[in-house]
């Protein structure tokens, strides 16, 4: 899981690591979500929002309570939801990339 990912990177505590090991082993999402959202690294974070969070209840909600038409609407916002959280993953993972590749040539200049 990218998100795991993302919070090894950030250097977290090994007990949030830990969480995020857990809940990619919860069966259930909505136990999963609870095990890491007072963890949810704040870089993948939308307007503040944990974007898992939001999207499960969008969908959630849909399954269970909305018409087809209401669902399509959702859609929609799930849609842009899921490209900005992989936007950001994409961010913060490749700053990591980008930042050890110019240590690294800063570094043969030093020698």
């Known amino acids: 899981m990218k998100i795991l990912d993302v919070i090894k990177k950030i250097n977290a505590p090994q007990e949030k690591i830990r ?3 857990d809940a990619l082993n919860e ?3 909505t136990k999963a979500i609870d095990l890491v959202k007072q963890d949810f ?6 307007n503040g929002k944990n974007p898992l969070k939001l999207l499960h209840s969008a969908l ?4 269970h309570n909305l018409s ?3 669902c399509l609407k959702l859609a929609q916002s799930v849609r842009i939801v899921l490209a900005e959280l992989s936007d950001r993953i ?3 993972l490749k700053d990591e990339q980008e930042l050890v590749s110019a240590i690294s040539i800063l570094e043969k200049k030093k020698s």
């Not at 959630?60 to 399954?63: A, K, L, T």
């Open 19 to 21: 969480k995020f090991e």
């Open 27 to 29: 069966t259930q999402f």
């Open 41 to 46: 690294p704040e870089i993948l974070l939308i």
């Open 60 to 63: 959630s909600e849909g399954v």
């Open 68 to 70: 087809d038409e209401e």
């Open 90 to 92: 994409s961010l913060a």
